[in-house]
């Protein structure tokens, strides 16, 4: 023992002057944790203290008596098949020290991993994802930049960064997947959520699989689908649609394609454009769909919007610009908008036509039409309606209701011969 504790102080004496980082660090870890795990002297706990202290707070003497934080697995004396990270995250437990002030590295196995991390509040991180984070030897980030500001606050150093985004994510396989097929635990983070989904990250979980490495997902923040539960609107079915193309006719024409869908329909939408977005689904969906506008999701400015497309047209194009990142959320096609048709039939004094209120579709579309043509209605005014009321795409129920107005002009003329 006399022997062992000599040699243990001389590592230690190298630990700290090692500066907490480093080969040398690295090597008298491996001799503490692997050559003598079961080891119990008050010496070496005193000094593995001092050092972490000292690394924590460089102006205090080693000397204070401060036992500093919690320690890890490998700096305790801990039986293998208990948890040493404790129960949870309460006060004074070892996860709540790995989470809060720990940087030493996890072990994990080879792997691709996809990390979420905060929209907004950095604290919406999960305790795993650090724990990712700290475990990997190869980060993939949209912007480096914009990462090495989260790593920084998680107070991980040294990680290799580089960047992957969608202008040079294809480029980079090659040399991530050989990486990745050598046994290299390598992450894959966005800027902002979950990586994937409007964001990069697609191609390189897609070649991943491919060539048969492991691909492991966390689950983390992804901001429509916390739009979507704030949002008030149904959620049991939904639509995402991510961005819709910047061109407004192409813009009208992927929304004629979404008219029809009868869950909520999810879209992103840029600060400066969100007036045009606005705009066009006003036009093409109708201007009295329920509509929330989620800006600036887990920050500070969070704001959920809640009104008509058309107000929302009016408040983001004529009170005030929109800014910050955008969720539009729209309520979809449904029973509602049939209704909506039958109290237009009432008010109009059409309350004789009957209209279905069977599930949206073209097949609904083209009775609803049939009944304001034979009502009396004109072909432009039942088209009107069955564009802004039941989200049909216009161009075809243009064409459907000019086809039903000439066959109901035949039955009527070949009643008229009947007749004589």
Do not use: W
């Not at 046994?183 to 070649?207: F, N, Q, T, Y």
Request: charged fraction near 20%; aromatic fraction near 4%; charge should be neutral.
């Amino acid at each position: 023992k006399i022997f062992l504790c000599d040699r243990l102080s001389t590592v230690m004496s190298a630990y700290r002057l090692a500066g907490g980082t480093g080969a040398l660090r690295a090597s008298a870890r491996h001799f503490l944790v692997v050559l003598c795990p079961r080891l119990n002297f008050v010496t070496l706990r005193t000094n593995l203290l001092d050092s972490r202290q000292a690394l924590a707070n460089p102006t205090e003497s080693h000397t204070t008596g401060n036992a500093g934080p919690s320690l890890t697995r490998q700096e305790l004396d801990v039986d293998p098949d208990v948890d040493a990270l404790g129960p949870g995250p309460g006060p004074g437990s070892l996860r709540d020290a790995v989470a809060t002030a720990s940087t030493e590295k996890v072990l994990l196995a080879p792997g691709l991993y996809v990390i979420p991390t905060p929209i907004g509040n950095l604290q919406d991180i999960t305790l795993r994802a650090v724990d990712t984070l700290r475990g990997v030897n190869l980060l993939l980030a949209e912007d480096t930049r914009h990462t090495r500001k989260l790593l920084n606050f998680l107070n991980i150093r040294h990680l290799e960064v580089l960047s992957c985004n969608e202008h040079n994510e294809k480029h980079r396989l090659a040399r991530v997947l050989q990486r990745l097929q050598h046994g290299e635990p390598v992450g894959l983070v966005s800027d902002a959520g979950m990586p994937g989904i409007s964001d990069p990250g697609h191609v390189v979980v897609a070649a991943a699989a491919e060539a048969g490495v492991r691909v492991v997902v966390l689950p983390g923040p992804c901001a429509f689908v916390t739009a979507l539960v704030g949002s008030g609107l149904p959620t049991e079915a939904f639509t995402f649609a991510g961005f819709l193309p910047p061109k407004s006719g192409a813009r009208r024409h992927a929304l004629e394609r979404l008219a029809s869908q009868a869950g909520t329909l999810v879209l992103y939408a840029p600060p400066h454009g969100l007036g045009s977005v606005l705009r066009d689904c006003v036009e093409v969906l109708g201007g009295g769909r329920r509509c929330c506008v989620a800006r600036e999701i887990s920050k500070v400015h969070e704001e959920y919007f809640r009104s008509t497309l058309e107000d929302a047209l009016r408040e983001f194009s004529e009170v005030r610009e929109a800014r910050g990142e955008i969720c539009l959320l729209i309520e979809g096609c449904g029973s509602l908008e049939l209704q909506s048709v039958a109290a237009t039939l009432e008010r109009d004094g059409l309350a004789g036509a009957v209209v279905t209120t069977a599930a949206v579709g073209p097949g609904a579309v083209e009775r609803v039409l049939r009944e304001l043509l034979a009502a009396g209605m004109p072909v432009s005014g039942a088209v009107k309606e069955v564009v802004s009321n039941l989200g049909a795409n216009k161009k075809a129920a243009y064409s459907t209701a000019l086809r039903l107005s000439e066959q109901l002009g035949r039955e009527s003329n070949a009643g008229t011969m009947e007749k004589r």
